[in-house]
């Protein structure tokens, strides 16, 4: 390998930022933090922060969430559920301008849990909370009540691939307990579709479809009413056929 200078090249740094989403009374919800320090001090932002030297993506991802929110990131090698939130890689964000204070290069990743108590914050954040994604992107990230850096872009993207993911994949039952019944299943579509479904037809599609749902063995009232059978997610990752989004 031929010797080069690393000082002839810009220096940049590499942050990870989280949309982590959640299904809080019937709506979907994303955590933000309120950042304490500059840049954007006082505005709500996705948790996150610096990739430090020695770690990856993945490791730096799982880190700022265990410290600016409780949360830890579930554990593909650890068998059974209910053992941490779904963690993926989202997207990358290279905007030269995005940070203020140097070439910032982010690295986006999505986070799903059931439905979780009010966070702690942590790290540069002295406040955080779970809002409604609609309430959040509603506001552009230019005004000064929006959130900070390009935090509304990555947001609607983390959004959206929630949105379409849940279509083909079991990646719905990631936002349910570990067992639960299909009344409360079909409210996480609905929360994070943001439409009303026929219960029936929807107990039918997600009952006949091979491997997405497994009799977990018991009943629950917790819902209200007549007892409902309890379900565990099954070993599917792809549904055939899919969940279609209904169109709005």
């Not at 932002?45 to 265990?66: C, H, I, K, Q």
């Not at 830890?72 to 989202?90: F, I, K, R, T, Y």
Request: proline share 9%.
């Amino acid at each position: 390998m031929s010797p080069y200078d690393p000082s002839a090249y810009p220096p940049f740094a590499v942050t990870v930022d989280l949309v982590v989403l959640t299904v809080r009374r019937h709506a979907l919800c994303a955590l933000v933090v309120r950042r304490g320090e500059q840049p954007f001090q006082g505005r709500w932002a996705l948790p996150g922060g610096f990739v430090r030297g020695e770690e990856d993506l993945a490791a730096a991802a799982a880190r700022e969430l265990s410290e600016e929110t409780g949360l830890c990131a579930h554990d593909p090698a650890v068998p059974g559920a209910g053992n941490g939130a779904h963690l993926e890689q989202l997207a990358t964000y290279g905007d030269p301008k995005r940070d203020p204070r140097m070439r910032v290069v982010s690295v986006a990743h999505l986070v799903l849990a059931p439905d979780l108590p009010a966070p702690r914050a942590g790290g540069d954040a002295n406040s955080a909370r779970w809002a409604p994604v609609d309430e959040l992107l509603a506001v552009g990230d230019e005004s000064s009540a929006g959130l900070a850096f390009d935090h509304a872009r990555i947001l609607a993207d983390g959004v959206e691939r929630a949105r379409s993911k849940i279509e083909y994949s079991s990646l719905a039952t990631a936002f349910c307990p570990p067992e639960f019944t299909v009344g409360e299943l079909r409210r996480v579509y609905e929360a994070v579709w943001g439409v009303a479904l026929d219960p029936r037809n929807f107990h039918r599609k997600v009952t006949g479809t091979p491997g997405f749902l497994v009799p977990a063995g018991g009943t629950t009232t917790r819902q209200g009413g007549r007892p409902a059978q309890l379900f565990r997610a099954g070993g599917a990752t792809l549904l055939n056929p899919p969940m279609l989004r209904p169109e709005v």
